[in-house]
């Protein structure tokens, strides 16, 4: 059943985001130079550089993903940002130095005076087609879940979304998404620090935090480490600080989305101090949104949860051929959640035989995983046969019309096209990013649905904000500046800057409605990074510490890489290797490194010769 907002709830998010949207909007009103809209003037002081760095990484896959991830899988998911803290100190030390002494607009500025003006736009280039993308999923992420549970028109929802982050961001620059992001992380830190207290206190009196972080334990959802070299294991503390560290390394080093954040600080203290509290408290925001999501796991031990969290999958399962064995599905579940209510409160309780009872919730546990597996087997099943009719009608209908040229043809072919083979069918079978706003529309007081639905919205904003700022900025500066034939001064530059926010914008908005969703959508997210950001990180480090290397060896070796890099994701995801996406980071920076030495080499030695 879809779900209805009460109007304290419209009020509260209509409130929370027009405010956010229209104190932007006049706060940095009238940009009229390149420093102003592109820097922000150069006056950002440390602790707005750190809020707006982590409200540029707190997408609302975070909130979503990130509980969903703890729900399923537990604490562990913590040791991704291992890498963080190390990749700060080193970002404070090498990189802000040197792009502070040039007085870059953009990162890949440095890599033409270093190297040449092909190599920085090849590098530019990389980073627009994995950022573009980023963009329209930051969108789409909130979008189609609200869409699913509320009921709301996902092209509509994308677009109210995107139109609001286009007005404040053409409007003010960076200086606008730098502003509005500082009232962006007040709404998210208030609504998820009221969601934790909130769902504590829905745990029954007689079960105590501490008892609930036992309970938890038990099923093995506080294991926060794991140290481990299993590469059949996505996330461990070796993962975490080596293809962690070279991720962060090349997404705050050299994506321009968080380096155009603290390019716009007052002196390069103030960006390095802004960057290590970044770095301080990154980490246990990220433990804090987990231990949100593994409340709630608690929260559903000692009250029903459904077996698929899309309310919608499980209608079409059930009015299917296999809705019988669904509904034994769901009765075997009920008959588990009694044992594992009762478990749960005698482990709490209990001064002895706590091994036995823990052993006993583990089985239980798996044994819920099972049912849900299979739930999601059923469900896919009957959406295949589902879309399998509805492509036999449209199949059928499109054979009826004769002119072959008509705007119906078209739209059916559309339609049919989209229906074939679309993952969109997985959209509906992996619930995990729903469980978080199930739990809040199904369980939180009213008012507080509006400000948890606003902290989702906030975060898509300002995470879609800074891309498409960035975005903007590199499209103008690295691109099209850099590529005029005249100078049309500063008014111009800033005029087509404006431009490309609002193209980008655009553009993020059609990727999000063409978008699907993915097993998990953080880790889509860092996927689309991995792919990109180790490649790019081994072009900077090229030109930091290897200076006999030249323009040509770092250009040939960087699309070399890139091919290789893609090449490696599609095998693993293919099962043909198993090589977890964290890896692609360390080993995209390595081989760019070494390709490029080669050719250098083998350059200079034919030069040598002749």
Not at 187 to 212: K, N, T
Request: contains cysteine.
């Amino acid at each position: 059943m879809q779900q209805t907002l009460d109007w304290i709830d419209w009020t509260v998010l209509a409130i929370t985001l027009l405010t956010i949207v229209g104190y932007g909007t006049w706060k940095t009103r009238g940009s009229k130079n390149v420093q102003d809209y592109v820097r922000g003037g150069n006056s950002t002081k440390w602790w707005t550089i750190g809020l707006s760095v982590m409200a540029t990484q707190a997408s609302a896959i975070t909130f979503l993903s990130t509980t969903g991830q703890a729900f399923s899988d537990g604490m562990g998911f913590v040791q991704f940002y291992f890498g963080l803290p190390i990749a700060m100190v080193i970002i404070c030390m090498v990189f802000i130095p040197l792009y502070h002494r040039l007085k870059v607009y953009t990162a890949y500025e440095f890599l033409e005076n270093r190297f040449d003006l092909k190599t920085r736009s090849l590098t530019a280039i990389l980073f627009l087609i994995q950022r573009g993308l980023a963009a329209g999923i930051t969108i789409f992420a909130p979008a189609i879940i609200l869409s699913v549970l509320l009921g709301w028109n996902i092209v509509t929802l994308n677009i109210v979304i995107g139109v609001l982050v286009i007005i404040y961001t053409v409007s003010g620059g960076t200086k606008a998404v730098t502003v509005t992001q500082k009232q962006q992380m007040f709404v998210i830190f208030a609504g998820m620090l009221a969601a934790l207290f909130v769902v504590i206190d829905l745990i029954p009196d007689e079960v105590s935090f501490s008892e609930a972080i036992d309970i938890a334990g038990a099923t093995g959802k506080m294991e926060v480490l794991d140290f481990s070299f299993d590469l059949e294991n996505r996330y461990t503390v070796w993962t975490g600080l080596i293809g962690g560290t070279f991720l962060m390394l090349s997404y705050f080093g050299t994506d321009q989305s968080q380096v155009q954040r603290y390019l716009s600080g007052k002196s390069m203290k103030e960006m390095q101090m802004g960057l290590l509290f970044n770095g301080l408290l990154k980490v246990p925001m990220q433990f804090f949104i987990l231990l949100v999501g593994v409340m709630v796991f608690v929260f559903y031990q000692f009250n029903p949860a459904p077996l698929n969290f899309i309310d919608s999958s499980t209608q079409t399962v059930l009015a299917s051929p296999y809705g019988d064995d669904y509904r034994e599905l769901q009765n075997k579940q009920e008959a588990l959640f009694e044992q594992k209510k009762k478990l749960s409160l005698e482990y709490g309780e209990a001064s002895t035989n706590r091994a036995v009872i823990k052993d006993q919730i583990a089985v239980l546990d798996q044994t819920e995983k099972t049912y849900r597996s299979e739930s999601k087997f059923l469900i896919k099943k009957a959406i295949d046969a589902e879309y399998a009719s509805a492509y036999n009608n449209l199949s059928s209908e499109l054979e009826a019309i004769e002119d072959k040229n008509s705007a119906l043809y078209n739209e059916k072919s559309i339609a049919l096209k989209s229906l074939y083979g679309d993952a969109a069918k997985d959209t509906l079978t992996n619930d995990r990013d729903y469980m978080f706003i199930t739990f809040i529309l199904n369980h939180l007081p009213k008012g507080l649905i509006g400000l948890l639905l606003a902290v989702i919205l906030s975060a898509a904003m300002s995470s879609t904000a800074s891309e498409i700022n960035a975005l903007a900025t590199i499209t103008s500066i690295d691109l099209y500046k850099r590529n005029l034939k005249e100078d049309k001064g500063e008014h111009h530059i800033v005029n087509m800057t404006k431009w490309f926010t609002f193209g980008w914008g655009i553009i993020a908005i059609i990727i999000a409605c063409f978008a699907n969703l993915a097993e998990n959508l953080i880790q889509l997210v860092n996927i689309i990074g991995s792919i990109f950001y180790g490649n790019v990180l081994g072009i900077f480090l090229l030109a930091f510490f290897f200076k006999h290397i030249r323009g040509n060896a770092v250009f040939i070796g960087a699309l070399i890489t890139q091919v290789l890099i893609i090449g490696l994701y599609f095998l693993d995801n293919a099962g043909l290797i198993n090589l977890p996406y964290l890896w692609l980071n360390l080993i995209g920076c390595i081989i760019v490194i070494a390709i490029a030495n080669v050719l250098q080499f083998f350059s200079g030695h034919k030069k040598t010769q002749h």
